[in-house]
């Protein structure tokens, strides 16, 4: 007959199976989070694969050849109910970023959120002074997203989330080795940059687009007598003087045959010398100055109040869907010319427009009451317009696909709605960095499909909610109450 086991062998023998179980357990999940790390699955389960970056997107971060890191100020917590949607799709997007960029040692994006208010000392030393800011670094490069472009509002309403668009456009701009160059013309009394007054000072525009990744620098043509080759935009801001038939021949050229980009703001008063530049692009510049009477078209410090017209049009799509009107100072109107050639590839777009109360009034240097003369003033039925933009497409390609540059000239009707002192008024500054971002080919179209917002409405009549607010209260209740029940007297017995 066989000799029992002592108790003090069963404890041992208990001991070791706790522990071996205990090991086991450690083991089995040390290996399941080894796996996940290193050979995770993952799916996208949601309708609008929402959770997903497009192929584009994902080709363009492989190929990143330097780190980028994101800079995010908004917070959950805000009282705006806007910001706090916002944080929560942007926070949801960039970790998509992130993912996409851990098997790329040299082009890696990291996310770092901050509160302004709690870490000042980091966000001084980013620049940054307000929250609600997202800052895309790569080196010493940055660039913003507005909060304005990460999603599609109409009638202030969000009908799609566009944050792929606007991230991807941002970090293709950081990772670029070659800063785009802006120049702004000097030599006829235009606008400065390094003049800090507020009503022809440009020095917070230049700030702006600096921050934006951009080099700005002056050219006087009468002493260059050439257009750099690496002009991305030329500026025009004020002038006041002409510019003579050698100048208007460089600016010519470089429209029509280098595709270029011009912005020319024109003060009223002060005649450019650019009418045959003008003639060619379709745009006349009247020599007007617009009076508006009317409560909706002109304030009390006497700023035309613009509302913008085109809904398509990138400079004019966001001032219209969030309705904010622009500001400006004196001004003159710069039309669409009705006797341009008919040239298929030339594209003339209105823009901003006046009020139908206005007038432009042509012997506004002779009187100092203005009364609208019928037959001699510029009538304002139905609008005046005071920006038009034009833009000479190529001819259609054998290729479709195959994107061709191509020259674009905006003409503004005022210049010292960018100054100092007006760069500040909503809408100004973001009109402005539209253009520039138009015309230098920032807002380039991604093959990214918009992510719609769904949107979920709970309909319920008066007679379903008293039988959900019963079935809430009472039902689930007993019904756990009756369980319990069973279960007790199924044990008892």
Known sequence: MAKPPSFRAVRWVRTLHLLAQAFLFVTLFAGLNYLAVNYAWRFDLTENRSHTLSPETRAYLNDLKEPVRIIVTLTEDSENEEIAQAYRDVKGLLREYQFATEGNPRGKITVDFIDVYQRRRDAEALGIDQPNTILVLCSDKRSIVELGKLYDVKDREKQAFLGEQAFTAAILDVASPVKQKIYFLTGHGEMSLDDASPDRGLSSLEAELKARNFDVEPLDLALSRKIPDDAAVIVIVGPQGRFDAAEEELLRQYLSNRAGRILALLAPGYPPGLDDLFYEWGVLVDDVLIYDRSATGQSETGDLILPALDKEH???????????????GPSRSVRPDPGRT???????????????????ERNYRERVTPVY?????????????VVTASERRPARQILPTFSVPSGRLVAYGSADWIANGRLGVIGNLSFFLSAINWTADRDVDFNVPARPIAKFQLSLTQQQIQRLRYSLVLALPGLAALLGLVVYWTRRN
């Open 314 to 328: 990138p400079l004019t799509s966001s001032l219209l869907n969030y309705k904010i009107p622009l500001r400006f």
């Open 342 to 360: 008919l040239d298929p590839n030339l594209v003339v777009t209105p823009l901003v427009a006046t009020s139908e109360h206005a007038w432009g």
């Open 373 to 385: 003369d019928a037959g001699v003033d510029l009538p304002g039925a139905p609008r005046l317009i």
